[in-house]
């Protein structure tokens, strides 16, 4: 894998889907909130509970928004990182997908950064996921986390695969039906 130390400048800001479809991918900002809430929305139950490891259908609009919100609080640099990739442009681009990374509460410079990756149902299959994960790697790096810990419910054969074809070193420990896997990051 040929991870540019100096992203995003380097790397394209762009990527072409399996379907042909040209996304946007850059660095997540605050500003972003609505657009993830929106996102979520559009997610199937599974997908969300993939993502947030529980059930939030009988969640209200304000817990949404508000959870949203503090998603996207992120500086990329420290306690939290995070990629989005857009469909459209402008005022009618819409989050297709998000991976993010984010370090203990209150714990800045821990050497460990959870991650979490999720993709809108219609754009699964179509190389985003993994297009997002390398990124992730090269967020990891800016922010100089060392291990990445990704949790999983155990049967969540495909993210599990996605996460192992990074071709990062990894251990992996199943307990109570979730898989967590750790994964050195490259320096």
Do not use: C
């Not at 889907?17 to 972003?32: F, Q």
């Not at 949203?68 to 500086?75: G, M, N, S």
């Not at 459209?88 to 993010?100: F, N």
């Not at 959870?114 to 994960?133: F, K, M, S």
Request: proline residues 6%; without cysteine; glycine residues 6%.
């Amino acid at each position: 894998m040929n991870l540019s130390l100096r992203w995003p400048r380097r790397m394209s800001r762009t990527f072409t889907a399996r379907n042909g479809e040209v996304l946007t991918l850059r660095l997540m900002k605050p500003s972003d909130a609505p657009l993830l809430e929106k996102m979520f929305y559009q997610l199937s139950p599974e997908s969300r509970w993939r993502r947030f490891h529980m059930i939030t259908d009988h969640l209200p609009p304000q817990e949404i928004s508000r959870r949203a919100r503090e998603l996207a609080a992120v500086d990329n640099r420290t306690a939290a990182g995070a990629v989005i990739a857009l469909a459209g442009t402008g005022e009618s681009a819409e989050v297709v997908g998000v991976v993010r990374l984010a370090r203990p509460l209150g714990q800045p410079d821990a050497p460990e950064a959870e991650a979490a990756i999720v993709v809108r149902d219609d754009y699964q299959g179509q190389g985003v996921g993994a297009e997002l994960l390398r990124r992730m790697v090269l967020l990891a790096r800016r922010m100089q986390v060392k291990k990445i810990l990704a949790v999983f419910q155990s049967d969540n054969d495909t993210a599990i695969r996605l996460f192992r074809r990074l071709g990062l070193p990894y251990k992996m420990n199943v307990t109570h039906g979730a898989s967590k896997m750790y994964l050195d990051a490259p320096e």
